[in-house]
T-cell receptor, first 115, second 115 residues
Framework: AQSVTQPDIHITVSEGASLELRCNYS??????LFWYVQSPGQGLQLLLK??????LVQGIKGFEAEFKRSQSSFNLRKPSVHWSDAAEYFC?????????????FGTGTKLQVIP | GAVVSQHPSWVICKSGTSVKIECRSL??????MFWYRQFPKQSLMLMAT?????????EQGVEKDKFLINHASLTLSTLTVTSAHPEDSSFYIC???????????FGPGTRLTVT
């Protein structure tokens, strides 16, 4: 069955440390891939997306993600985390199978940043 | 740019009453809007896709008569929860699709509590 998985429910990192949030998908063809961030009381904001081309994608707020076909992964990274990055992060996918397809979200990873 | 608002941000209602939630794209026109439901510590679940001037497309398992969606203009979609019950208590989020396919802009959400 087609699915998107975020294995880590909750991650805690120290401010200034590097961050990697995992996202794996299970689709026949490489889907379109997205990362969103949701801060408390706010809507989801798109950090970056991958449709095709360069497998390392740069996003807003210093985030990047790397698409790895062999691992069916699209992990989100940031070299140095700021306290303001504390939020919930969602990976999302859209099947690339022709026609209009709906977006499916992962279960989210809550990021806590400690001083 | 690309701001989506929701009103109200939170609402408490009594069981059996109806509640209307508005979703507006403030600085762009959105042919397509989406309504999601988010349970605590869970991901977003797509409820329905709303296209301006036509009937909404509901996801499997979502009661059409209970969750009435109207997309009367290119900047406004409404979700009415009819005869609300405590199990309808949830966080409802709307999004509007921009000019690029699959690029969704999210509202801040509406917290509904049914007593």
């Amino acid at each position: 069955a087609q699915s998107v998985t975020q294995p880590d429910i909750h991650i805690t990192v120290s401010e200034g440390a590097s961050l990697e949030l995992r996202c794996n998908y299970s689709y026949g063809a490489t889907p379109y891939l997205f990362w969103y961030v949701q801060s408390p009381g706010q809507g989801l904001q798109l950090l970056l997306k991958y449709f095709s081309g360069d497998t390392l994608v740069q996003g807003i707020k210093g985030f990047e993600a790397e698409f790895k076909r062999s691992q069916s992964s699209f992990n989100l990274r940031k070299p140095s985390v700021h306290w303001s990055d504390a939020a919930e992060y969602f990976c999302a996918v859209v099947p690339n199978s022709g026609g209009y397809q709906k977006v499916t979200f992962g279960t989210g990873t809550k990021l806590q940043v400690i001083p | 740019g690309a701001v989506v608002s929701q009103h109200p941000s939170w609402v408490i209602c009594k069981s059996g009453t109806s509640v209307k939630i508005e979703c507006r794209s403030l600085d762009f026109q959105a042919t397509t809007m989406f309504w999601y439901r988010q349970f605590p510590k869970q991901s977003l679940m797509l409820m329905a896709t709303s296209n301006e001037g036509s009937k909404a497309t509901y996801e499997q398992g979502v009661e059409k008569d209970k969750f009435l969606i109207n997309h009367a203009s290119l900047t406004l979609s409404t979700l009415t929860v009819t005869s609300a019950h405590p199990e309808d208590s949830s966080f409802y989020i709307c999004s509007a699709e921009g000019e690029k396919a699959y690029e969704q802009y999210f509202g801040p959400g509406t917290r509904l509590t049914v007593t």
